[in-house]
């Protein structure tokens, strides 16, 4: 506790405590069983103060809601609130953070090789007629902060599997913890290479882009090579409403399918009401987006959640 850990220690106990509810978790998890999603991403924060016993927990918590091949995560800037050695952190959740692709180094592999904040990230993990891209922008900071960055050997592998996913007419969906527009976020909570990040998306374009960070929902849109790449931000998965009118705990349930030329995506947000005592469709948002080489591609759809 002699470091960074007592603040978020105190900020737990002192406010965290009373907005951040198991029972609304355990709520979410009993609707989102409900829902029959395909695939659950997970965008990091799991734990608080990244103690070793939180991970250990944290990974039980992760096998109650899908085995390793329906659920992927990466982690946030809480799950790096301090540096911890790979063993005692996230080890725990190797199984949902391994890539498909095994000409790249397991996360472990790439820590204990180099030390760099990557830990194997990005992630590629093809599931049906989706691409999930998993990006670690979770890096251990000084008190006060909880800013994020991505760094250039990801960034480059980003784009290798934004390409190779396009050429095989997959449906792209890139996850990360940090919001990929900066300039909207204070400056101590920014993604610190954002500008990289989205000229990478520019270039090689996404179908989606899910992000936690912010507590809040956000919907915004970033430019790609052939239109606009959505991008939804998710508010915790715990939270209760508070005072200050801060949305309660949501989950985006993405109904993603193929219409010959383009894709569609029907998303279903779905918020915690303390009224009902569990989750119920508070809005709805549909998209349609051009596909790539259409005229080669094989109709086919599936659904997956985000959470927070």
Not at 10 to 16: D, T, V
Not at 206 to 224: D, N, P, S
Request: charged fraction near 25%; charge should be positive.
């Amino acid at each position: 506790m002699l470091s960074k850990r007592i603040f978020g220690y105190l900020g737990w106990h002192l406010r965290r405590v009373r907005v951040h509810r198991r029972e609304v978790l355990d709520a979410l998890a009993i609707d989102l069983a409900k829902q029959g999603a395909d695939h659950v991403a997970v965008t990091g924060d799991i734990v608080n103060i990244a103690l070793p016993s939180e991970f250990k927990c944290a990974a039980e918590w992760l096998r109650t809601l899908g085995s390793p091949d329906g659920l992927t995560v990466v982690p946030g800037n809480h799950d790096a609130y301090v540096a911890v050695s790979w063993d005692r952190s996230w080890a725990a959740w190797h199984d949902f953070m391994t890539s498909d692709d095994q000409a790249g180094p397991s996360p472990r592999d790439a820590q204990c090789r180099s030390g760099t904040i990557d830990h194997g990230f990005p992630i590629f993990r093809r599931r049906g007629p989706v691409a999930l891209i998993g990006i670690s922008t979770a890096v251990p900071t000084v008190p006060g902060r909880s800013s994020g960055r991505v760094g250039m050997r990801q960034l480059e592998r980003l784009g290798e599997y934004l390409e190779r996913a396009g050429d095989a007419n997959l449906f792209r969906v890139v996850l990360l913890h940090h919001p990929p527009r900066a300039e909207e976020a204070p400056k101590h909570k920014q993604l610190t290479d954002a500008r990289e990040f989205r000229r990478v998306i520019a270039a090689r374009g996404a179908e989606l882009i899910l992000h936690g960070h912010e507590h809040r929902f956000r919907y915004v849109e970033l430019a790609g090579p052939r239109g606009i790449v959505p991008v939804f931000g998710v508010p915790s998965a715990s939270m209760l409403p508070i005072a200050d009118g801060s949305i309660a705990a949501q989950y985006h349930l993405h109904e993603i399918r193929r219409h010959g030329a383009h894709w569609s995506i029907r998303t279903h947000i779905r918020s915690f009401s303390p009224e009902h005592g569990g989750f119920t469709e508070s809005n709805r948002r549909s998209l349609v987006l051009p596909a790539e080489a259409a005229s080669e591609a094989q109709p086919g759809s599936t659904s997956a959640t985000s959470l927070c």
